[in-house]
């Protein structure tokens, strides 16, 4: 989807296919149906230019045609269709984030502004009388977008989505993997034997070429991760079945303190994710946009008008960066 999954980490949520689960997040309740149009096809346009202009300076123009599917769906064909996705979503969350009551500061505003400001400057007084497109517009745009950032931190605040460390505990172990029963039993007498090299005998016998592994809660069958998880540093498992083969296991790190503390720190957003995925579908289901005919008749990236007007990485620059000024 390109950089416009950046709001807040909240675009990736809505677009996953998440359920909310292990997780005692209470959804928030919104008020009841609501229409609202569509961002109209100047607003579409600023988006669509943008993407020709950053996909052509990493491709070339050859990006357009190449087929991304066995239906012959172009490149041009699919990008648009997430565009304009992108373009509903985007109006779902701002008027989400309007309900809430979310507002941009004076200062965040001030910052808006100079945004539209200098995309329309960037874009030029010809490209932006084709486009139709105004700094008002933009102001529109901009502040849309930075309200949808900060919808997810928002509802999720003040949720108790904490991990423990035992949750997100990371250890390390080395592995053997063997085919059958048999050859496990013989495998596991030699490195129990005195003065074994564990690393040398996996390298020899084992049918995969990953010896060690780091390990999560939840990333390996049930048997094996009990067997990993209840060894300490050094100690070596008894033969473990599971999936049809037969592993041997010997802890490396029975507590790795930097992949833990990284494995929280996704685990939280992951379930920040799922939060507010649950409670932008509640909200999602109260709305219907329409949209104008005309919004999308004709569009084509390929056939935009070729600007470097970037709207993501004004956004960035001034923004996020807090840059006032030209």
Excluded at 199 to 219: C, D, F, M, N, P
Excluded at 238 to 266: P, S
Aim: glycine share 8%; aromatic share 8%; charged share 30%.
């Amino acid at each position: 989807m390109g950089r416009w999954t950046k709001l807040g980490k909240a675009a990736a949520a809505f677009l996953a296919a998440a359920v909310l689960c292990g997780c005692q997040a209470e959804v928030p309740l919104f008020s009841g149906s609501k229409g609202e149009k569509e961002y109209g096809r100047a607003e579409a346009m600023a988006i669509v230019t943008t993407e020709r202009h950053r996909y052509e300076e990493l491709y070339t123009d050859q990006i357009w045609h190449v087929t991304v599917d066995n239906r012959g769906t172009t490149f041009e064909a699919s990008l648009l269709d997430q565009i304009h996705d992108f373009m509903r979503e985007l109006k779902i969350m701002s008027l989400m984030a309007k309900e809430q009551e979310i507002r941009l500061s004076g200062q965040e505003e001030e910052l808006v502004n100079e945004a539209a400001s200098r995309y329309m400057e960037t874009l030029g007084e010809p490209a932006a009388e084709e486009l139709g497109l105004d700094e008002t517009a933009m102001k529109g745009l901009f502040s849309d977008y930075w309200l949808a950032e900060k919808l997810a931190e928002h509802l999720t605040g003040s949720m108790d989505l904490e991990v423990s460390d035992s949750e997100a505990r990371v250890i390390t172990v080395s592995q053997i993997v063997l085919e059958d029963a048999e050859t496990a039993a013989n495998v596991l007498s030699q490195v129990q034997a005195e003065g074994a090299d564990f690393y040398a005998i996996a390298k020899e016998t084992s049918v995969s070429e990953e010896i060690k592994v780091q390990l999560g809660r939840g990333e390996a069958g049930s048997a094996y991760e009990e067997a990993a998880f209840g060894l300490e540093a050094g100690e070596i498992s008894d033969v473990v079945a599971g999936d049809g083969q037969f592993y041997i296991i010997r802890c490396e790190n029975d507590y790795d303190e930097e992949a833990t503390r990284l494995h929280k720190e996704t685990m939280i957003q992951d379930r920040k994710d799922q939060a507010f995925y649950a409670a932008y579908q509640a909200f999602k289901a109260g709305v219907t946009l329409t949209e104008e005919p005309e919004t999308w008749e004709g569009i084509t990236i390929s056939q935009s008008p070729a600007t470097p007007a970037d709207f993501f990485e004004v956004f960035e620059e001034v923004c996020e960066g807090g840059e006032m000024g030209s």
